[in-house]
């Protein structure tokens, strides 16, 4: 059986809002896209299908977890995002295909090309989006 990404955030112990509840309202989005918002999610609560929906919610939970990711610069941003969701990943013991991944590997690939090795991150980020 499916998990819901409710038991998801709380497997991995991240606050989740489902939205409406008995005696509480909350003002923020809760479509199936969801939001970040100081560290909570606020989603609609159900089943995670598709693994790159899966991977998505992942990342909002990667962003939930480290508010840093948000104001760094862009291929790094995608770079420790993914990092992230792979551990995440691993911790529920799902494995996301490799092709959710291909165009944050294109994008990171693109963002380094032209950088020198000193750059923190840079050569790890290199390596990651050529596998």
Same mark, same amino acid.
């Given at each position: 059986?499916?998990?819901?990404?409710?038991?998801?955030?709380?497997?991995?112990?991240?606050? %989740?809002?489902?939205?409406?509840?008995?005696?509480?309202?909350?003002?923020?989005?809760? $479509?199936?896209?969801?939001?970040?918002?100081?560290?909570?999610?606020?989603?609609?609560?159900?089943?995670?299908?598709?693994?790159?929906?899966?991977?998505?919610?992942? #990342?909002?939970?990667?962003?939930?977890?480290?508010?840093?990711? $948000?104001?760094?610069?862009? /291929?790094?941003?995608?770079?420790?995002?993914?990092?992230?969701?792979?551990?995440?990943?691993?911790?529920?013991?799902?494995?996301?295909?490799?092709?959710?991944? $291909?165009? $944050?590997?294109?994008?990171?690939?693109?963002?380094?090309?032209?950088?020198?090795?000193?750059?923190?991150?840079? #050569?790890?980020? %290199?390596? /990651?989006?050529?596998?």
């Amino acid at each position: 059986m499916r998990k819901t990404f409710q038991q998801i955030a709380t497997e991995l112990e991240v606050p %989740y809002c489902g939205g409406v509840r008995k005696g509480f309202y909350c003002h923020e989005q809760h $479509d199936l896209a969801g939001s970040v918002v100081d560290g909570t999610i606020h989603m609609r609560d159900h089943k995670s299908g598709r693994p790159s929906a899966q991977v998505a919610f992942l #990342k909002m939970v990667a962003r939930a977890r480290d508010p840093s990711l $948000d104001t760094d610069i862009p /291929w790094r941003r995608v770079y420790r995002t993914d990092a992230a969701v792979y551990e995440l990943a691993r911790r529920i013991h799902i494995r996301p295909p490799k092709k959710v991944f $291909d165009f $944050d590997r294109a994008f990171v690939r693109a963002g380094v090309a032209g950088l020198s090795n000193d750059i923190p991150m840079r #050569k790890q980020a %290199y390596d /990651w989006s050529r596998r």
